[in-house]
């Protein structure tokens, strides 16, 4: 054989080494990146415990309470408050929802004052929503020592009767207060069961008639279906269902009334529930009889 013939042989034997140290170092590194990422697999899973002992100990919300405590001890905490916006509401509410807050986070704090960081003003803000008259209220703090509470009311629109009780309702039907009949204040009476849901429906109504608008004393919402209006010189309009029918119905009325003066002619009623007619009922004279009453024009 020859010297040629063995070195070829000789370089076939070294190529055919090479393959397996790659592979080896393949898996070496291959390895190393396995347990690099089983270290860092194995670190979060601690990470994760050491947060679930944490939440368990209350650590984040004891470190706040300290926080704000040590913020408190510097000044700032709440020594006093102010209150704008009220008219008519009873300020004692306002009084009562704050100070409870400010007592709840002094406790928490174990100090005399209330810290600021620990007043929770979005919770003072959602007490007072849950009364009528509010009809949103802002609540911020005053650095270093003091709220503000503005207080944004809703506007009286009308009183509301239903059961025996009488109530003040805004433009919206929202109910703000209870009534004393010795109280009442010169606005418009919804009468029935659900009236006050109609209070705006209503007043849209009525602003299509201008010359009937001061003129009316209550309204009565019939069957939770339409309104018997009655106007202060005594007589009562029963309008149709719906809302077109009614404002269709009320428009013609206005129109006739304008022109040759329905109202305050001593008519009892004014029944304008049948579409194109209007039926009357007059006072009984003295002495007259009194007859069986007509049934009334069906309502459904």
Same mark, same amino acid.
């Given at each position: 054989?020859?010297?040629?013939?063995?070195?070829?042989?000789?370089?076939?034997?070294?190529?055919?080494?090479?393959?397996?140290?790659?592979?080896?170092?393949?898996?070496?590194?291959?390895?190393?990146?396995?347990?690099?990422?089983?270290?860092?697999?194995?670190?979060?899973?601690?990470?994760?415990?050491?947060?679930?002992?944490?939440?368990?100990?209350?650590?984040?919300?004891?470190?706040? #309470?300290? &926080?704000?405590?040590?913020?408190?001890?510097?000044?700032?905490?709440?020594?006093?408050?102010?209150?704008?916006?009220? &008219?008519? !509401?009873?300020?004692?509410?306002?009084?009562?929802?704050?100070?409870?807050? +400010?007592?709840?986070?002094?406790?928490?704090?174990?100090?005399?004052?209330?810290?600021?960081?620990?007043?929770?003003?979005?919770?003072?803000?959602?007490?007072?929503?849950?009364? /009528?008259?509010? #009809?949103?209220?802002?609540?911020?703090?005053?650095?270093?020592?003091?709220?503000?509470?503005?207080?944004?009311?809703? $506007?009286?629109?009308?009183?509301?009767?239903?059961?025996?009780?009488?109530?003040?309702?805004? /433009?919206?039907?929202?109910? *703000?207060? #209870?009534?004393?009949?010795?109280? !009442?204040?010169? *606005?418009?009476?919804?009468?029935?069961?659900?009236?006050?849901?109609?209070?705006?429906?209503?007043?849209?109504? !009525?602003?299509?008639?201008?010359?009937?608008?001061?003129? *009316?004393?209550? &309204? $009565?919402?019939?069957?939770?279906?339409?309104?018997?209006?009655?106007?202060?010189?005594?007589? $009562?309009?029963?309008?149709?269902?719906?809302?077109?029918?009614? #404002?269709?119905? +009320?428009?013609?009325? &206005?129109?006739?009334?304008?022109?040759?003066?329905?109202?305050?002619?001593?008519?009892?009623?004014?029944? *304008?529930?049948?579409?194109?007619?209007?039926?009357?009922?007059?006072?009984?004279?003295?002495?007259?009889?009194?007859?069986?009453?007509?049934?009334?024009?069906?309502?459904?």
């Amino acid at each position: 054989m020859s010297a040629a013939h063995v070195r070829r042989g000789g370089g076939s034997r070294a190529a055919a080494r090479k393959p397996a140290k790659t592979a080896k170092k393949k898996r070496s590194v291959s390895d190393a990146r396995a347990g690099k990422l089983a270290g860092l697999a194995f670190a979060g899973f601690l990470l994760a415990i050491g947060i679930v002992v944490l939440i368990a100990l209350d650590v984040p919300a004891k470190a706040e #309470r300290a &926080a704000a405590t040590t913020a408190g001890r510097a000044g700032f905490t709440v020594s006093g408050y102010q209150i704008v916006g009220i &008219a008519h !509401m009873n300020r004692g509410i306002v009084d009562d929802i704050v100070n409870d807050e +400010l007592k709840r986070a002094a406790d928490e704090a174990g100090t005399a004052k209330a810290p600021q960081a620990l007043v929770d003003v979005a919770g003072i803000r959602q007490r007072l929503l849950q009364f /009528g008259w509010v #009809r949103d209220a802002r609540i911020s703090r005053r650095l270093p020592d003091s709220l503000a509470i503005d207080i944004v009311e809703r $506007t009286p629109a009308a009183l509301w009767q239903n059961r025996g009780q009488l109530a003040l309702i805004d /433009g919206d039907g929202v109910v *703000l207060d #209870r009534v004393p009949v010795d109280k !009442m204040p010169d *606005l418009p009476l919804l009468i029935g069961p659900g009236a006050n849901a109609q209070a705006r429906p209503l007043s849209e109504l !009525m602003a299509g008639v201008p010359t009937l608008k001061p003129q *009316l004393a209550s &309204a $009565t919402w019939i069957g939770g279906r339409r309104w018997d209006l009655n106007f202060q010189s005594g007589e $009562t309009v029963a309008l149709p269902d719906g809302g077109a029918a009614a #404002r269709t119905a +009320l428009v013609k009325f &206005a129109k006739a009334d304008k022109s040759t003066g329905l109202l305050g002619r001593g008519i009892v009623r004014f029944d *304008l529930r049948v579409p194109g007619k209007m039926i009357v009922r007059l006072p009984r004279a003295p002495g007259e009889a009194i007859a069986p009453p007509s049934p009334p024009p069906r309502e459904g």
